[in-house]
Every structure is written in C-alpha cells, then in structure tokens.
C-alpha cells in the first residue's frame, strides 16, 4: 500500500501535458491543430497513441502510434504512412507516455488500435 508521499511522486511523474499536433501524419485519427492530452511516464500499451521522441532529434516531441516494443524503444508509427516521418526512417522512438485524450477540437477519448 502506498502513502502520501508516494501517491504525491506517481501524481508529479505522471503530469498530463497539453500537446499541439502538427502535421498529417496521424490523419484520420488526429489532424492539424488537434490539442490532445499525454502522460509523460505512464506506461505505454502496444497500439496506443504516445508521445514519443527520436535519438535522431532529440529536441522534436511527436506523436505516433507505439506499434510495437522493441529491446531499445518502440516501433512507432503514423498512422497516414505516406505523410509520416517514423520509426520506419528514424529506427526506434523512446515513448514518453500515452496519449490517450484529444482536447480540442472533438474532446473524447482515444482508442488504442
């Protein structure tokens, strides 16, 4: 059972994070300018949506479908292949965090494939 102190860690490393999406590549599920909701460091289940990053550009958030866990990171996809930019050129992503939520402009919840 865990106490306050740790209820209040799990609260802090688990902060939703307002993302803008950029970009066609998660067309037809997200679009450009949709507002979604990630949770950097909860944990990722294959098919979801996450919020993911590249070695390759480290400085560049995304979001991506985690297709599949690899012994280096995950297999992440755009879910529009021809507008996508992925782990398809870019090798493995590190995967912050589910996203799971779309803010704006159709709040609703986000399915895993």
Known sequence: MSGPRELLITLVRHRPR????????????????DVVLARPGAPVRPGELALV???????QLSVKRA?????????AV???????????????AEALGPVRWRLWPRPGRLRAR
């Open 18 to 33: 307002r993302v803008l999406v950029r970009g066609g590549s998660m067309a037809p599920t997200l679009r450009d300018g």
């Open 53 to 59: 990053r590249w070695a390759s550009r480290p400085g």
């Open 78 to 92: 755009g879910d529009a292949p021809a507008a996508s930019t992925d782990s398809r050129t870019l090798g493995p």
């Open 67 to 75: 297709a599949l866990p690899l012994g280096d990171g995950w297999f």
